[in-house]
């Protein structure tokens, strides 16, 4: 009898990339690949690559852990997955880092960007609707581990610093600034106040090439000498900061490694966050058939390019294994040491002090053992990497172990509707907080309820209503 020409591996979920049906969809093997196919009975078969390493694709689902919740739904189960967004009772995970946009607009028009910032754009939220927002996350999550000051360009708010303190006053263990770095390069004294927010505070800035042809074609702009204002700025105030790398396949994936490196080599770069396109809001000169690129293949792009992380060095995020992987390393001034490949795969999600382990060096075996434990004391319990491997790592320690060695290499892959998985999105941990006060996946938000989007999902809704 003749054969398919691939292996038949999964069935989930997904939904047609032009009507945003739901649709079935095959997962399957063909010539070392992994492929989503979906059939829409209106507009017709879409093969999308979802992975370029079958190995890995498997291994992620050694990483899946109970699910942890919020302390309360907002929306209830109605229309099914994705179309209850808010968060409904058939999520699958808290909001590990929730967006609170405070402003449409933006000091730039970037060709690419998923919430279609610019400066004509939309207005300030006021402090009220900010309070709000803010209430609403903490009402799902009591002590929120992460909330991201975003917009459009946040820096702009004429009450950035209010907002600040607003989110402050609440139990927020640590706050981010999604930031395109214009005001930091430029205005000295703003940095300098931004220390003051210090510890617990974290600069998230745009970085994603160092050619200005690169950055013109993903910003408008060359923002080359914004860029290295801004490190010098945040460098000087010991100012911990993530660069962010928005990833466009053949434009500057071959910078993978020299931005690790440049990372590595600055004080106050604490790591780096590669993520690929997620096709969503403006899209300028960009097509998802040739200019997609997978985790996986970013991964490879990791370990080829760096020349400092292994194999086993990065590995898929607990919480959501199929969006998100991430490494380690411990930093010192003339020195990078990858930790994350020396922790023994079998108990990455048990946490058992006497095995996590099985680097034989008893120097190494010790600055492992104090990063991945509470204290000193023998009766601690030790943090395994299920604690660890989510966005930040949750380091306090005495000693010279501390937020300012540990260095972070995280890929984070939005799903869009080209390769949606409604299996997958059920586990997303990075969630927009809505002005109606629902917490919405990343996800579904740019696709479904950002902004006029919504209207389309009320007709979605209505037809799943008519055929019950």
């Given amino acids: ?61 050694d990483f899946i852990k109970p699910s942890e919740m919020p302390h309360q739904w907002n929306t209830p189960i109605k229309y099914g997955c994705p179309y209850d967004c808010g968060l409904c009772p058939d999520h699958e995970q808290h909001s590990c880092l929730t967006l609170l946009e405070i402003t449409e607009r ?63 006053t609440r139990p927020v263990k640590h706050i981010m600034v999604n930031t395109n770095g214009l005001r930091i390069a430029n205005d000295k004294e703003f ?38 204002k801004a490190i010098e700025h945040l460098n000087e105030y010991n100012i911990s900061t993530t660069l962010v790398v928005t990833l466009k396949k053949g434009l500057n ?25 997620q096709s969503a809001g403006r899209l300028e000169d960009f097509n998802p058939e040739t200019d997609r690129l997978t985790l996986s293949e970013v991964r490879k792009m990791i370990i080829e390019q760096s020349q400092i992380f292994g194999e086993k060095d990065i590995v898929p995020v607990p919480c959501h294994p199929d969006s998100l992987a991430m490494g380690y390393a411990f930093k010192q001034e003339e020195s990078i040491t990858p930790l994350t490949g020396m922790i023994d795969p079998a108990i990455l999600l048990e946490g058992d002090r006497n095995t996590i382990v099985f680097e034989q060096d008893e120097n190494i075996r010790q600055m492992i053992f104090k990063l991945f434990s509470l204290n000193h004391s023998p009766d601690s319990s030790a943090l395994s990497l299920k604690d660890l491997l989510c966005c930040l790592p949750k380091v ?42 629902r917490i919405i996946p990343f996800d579904t938000y740019n ?22």
């Fill in 1 to 61: 009898m003749p054969n398919r020409p691939y292996t038949y591996y999964d069935l989930t979920l997904s939904i047609c990339s032009v009507c945003l049906r739901k649709v079935e969809a095959k997962i399957i093997f063909e010539n070392g690949n992994v492929y989503m196919v979906k059939t829409c009975m209106k507009h017709g078969r879409e093969k999308v690559l979802i992975s370029n390493d079958i190995e890995y694709y498997k291994w992620c689902r």
């Fill in 106 to 168: 933006c000091n730039l028009k970037c060709p690419i960007c998923y919430a279609e910032s610019s400066p004509h754009k939309g207005t300030y939220r006021s402090m009220e609707e900010i309070e709000f927002m803010l209430d609403a996350i903490v009402a799902n999550e009591k002590e929120p581990d992460i909330i991201q000051i975003s917009g459009g360009e946040p820096t702009i708010h004429p009450h950035f610093f209010d907002i600040l303190d607003l989110v402050k």
């Fill in 191 to 228: 940095v300098k106040r931004l220390a003051t927010y210090l510890p617990g505070f974290e600069i998230y800035l745009q970085f994603d090439s160092f050619n200005g042809d690169a950055l013109k074609e993903l910003r408008g702009v060359d923002l080359t000498h914004i860029r290295r």
């Fill in 253 to 277: 994936d071959h910078e993978v490694g020299d931005i690790i490196r440049f990372g590595t080599k600055q004080k106050c770069v604490r790591g780096v966050t590669l993520q690929p396109i």
């Fill in 396 to 437: 306090n320690l005495p000693g010279y172990i501390g937020y300012d060695n540990v260095f972070r290499v995280i890929i984070m892959q939005f799903q869009d509707a080209h390769n949606f998985d409604i299996r997958s999105v059920k586990k997303s941990c990075v969630h927009i907080a809505h002005p109606d006060g």
């Fill in 447 to 468: 696709l479904f309820y950002r902004d006029v989007l919504e209207k389309e999902l009320i007709k979605i809704r209505e037809e799943i209503l008519v055929t019950r």
